[in-house]
């Protein structure tokens, strides 16, 4: 199966750290497309993180300099360190990447892990 699996989501208290894995599988990734989303209830899904073409990354200005995305080639795996967590940051959080499916390269998206942020 070609898919991306995100884990490491919970329920911590504001100010609290969660590190979310996502684990690619069943084909090539191209992993400098590798990056994080995130939806809340009732608003739409938006950027949290991610590689760029460059080499570079791009982060949310609301998330910038709390949270950290990292990979390891090797594993096929993209992290997502979150520290200095905030209410607003609740929201499932989804793992896209392109995949090498049926000789041409398509957007693959994770199943969501949830993160619960309490006050």
């Known amino acids: 199966q070609v898919q991306l699996v995100e884990s490491g989501g919970g329920l911590v208290q504001a100010g609290g750290s969660l590190r979310l894995s996502c684990a690619a599988s069943?084909?090539?990734?191209?992993?400098?497309?590798m990056g994080w989303y995130r939806q809340a209830p009732g608003k739409q899904r938006e950027l949290v993180a991610a590689f760029t073409s460059g080499g570079g990354t791009n982060y949310a200005d609301s998330v910038k300099g709390r949270f950290t995305i990292s990979r390891d080639t090797a594993k096929n795996t993209v992290y997502l360190q979150m520290s200095s967590l905030k209410p607003d940051d609740t929201a499932v959080y989804f793992c896209?990447?392109?995949?090498?499916?049926?000789?041409?390269?398509?957007?693959?998206w994770g199943q969501g892990t949830l993160v619960t942020v309490s006050a």
């Open positions: 896209n990447a392109q995949a090498l499916v049926r000789f041409n390269y398509r957007e693959v």
């Open positions: 069943g084909t090539i990734f191209n992993m400098n497309s």
